[in-house]
């Protein structure tokens, strides 16, 4: 069988989109070895990039003329599928392209934009008008879909009248097997010596960052003097509300804004944190849960959509919106070892669940379900 799965969406700069493909792609691969592999690239991808590495007799690489979900996509694929002779089409988003005639799969990482558009205020009413309608031509055209939570799969539940006979939840894995990193180069790139706690997250709005900015100042008040805040992530737009914040709470020298980072840098920020919290208002996953866990950070994480699910019983849960709340949650952490030993060792336990491995077997089995529901149509 001749598989295509489209990976244009993994860019150099990786998002969770991307982390998603190079970590399945290659398990697919080594357990699928019997099919045909037809991956469709970026053509811009750099030469380290981990698809770019991926080769062996059952694989093609397709370079498109693609950045991000775009109109041209629903152009070019469907062309491309023919010319290939492709048995089934893996898209990894909410907008599959139109035209395809084959069995389909889709994953569905969330609905943030349907939900809640007031958190993406850039967006314009053309690119509201696209997500909307091409998310419910997907979720009629598509054979099977994969939700990456049980929280994602109640709301497309919610969302259409899609059957839950139709979704498969399939959780991520894990990208990283060892996250022991030297701390000399965090240290020098940012000039700290000093502890500080990590957050992993783009600057947007439902990340909820100015939570954490005040908690933060609220410890800096009651004499956690030596602490400083380490926020990693792309930047939206034109979106500057939490270094607006920070300077407005005189923090801007210890509150540190890294901007997008390597998975080498990432690793070693992860590795000597002294805690790590996810503020988010919305996940459909959130990998740095897990790979804080696997780098033995104790985890602090807001109590909304999926990510209850991911932390299970190995990290602490604040209400979303209370400062208060995380700030006393991050000094217990801070002050009771024992406490933070006890999440430590969870957490590892925890991540060792997420695996590529068991989401690649996964995967699989939806195929073969995609092909059996197209041939009964």
Partial sequence: MNICIDAHLSENQLTGIGRYLNGLIPELIQQGQRHYW???LTDNLESNHPLSMISGPNVQKIPVGLRGPSLKQHLVTSR???TNNIDLYHH?????PYRITVPTVATIHDLKYIRHPHFFPKKSLLKTAYIHHTLKHTLKRANRIIAISDFTRNDLHQFSNTTSNKIDVIHHGLDHPEWKISNAKIHHALNLENPYILCIAEKR???NLTTLIHAFSQMKRTG???QHLVICGKSYSDYTVPEDRARELGL???IHFTGY???ETMATLYNNASLFVLPSLYEGFGFPLLEAMKAGVPVIAANTTAIPEIVGDAGILFEANNHDDLAKKMQNIIDNQSESQRLIARGLERATYFTWARAAKSTLLCYERAIRSHNNE
């Fill in 224 to 226: 956690y003097m030596d």
């Fill in 252 to 254: 801007e020298d210890i």
């Fill in 205 to 207: 709005p439902h990340k």
């Fill in 261 to 263: 980072v390597s998975d």
């Fill in 92 to 96: 990894p988003h909410f907008d599959l």
């Fill in 80 to 82: 491309i599928l023919r």
């Fill in 38 to 40: 037809t991956l469709l």
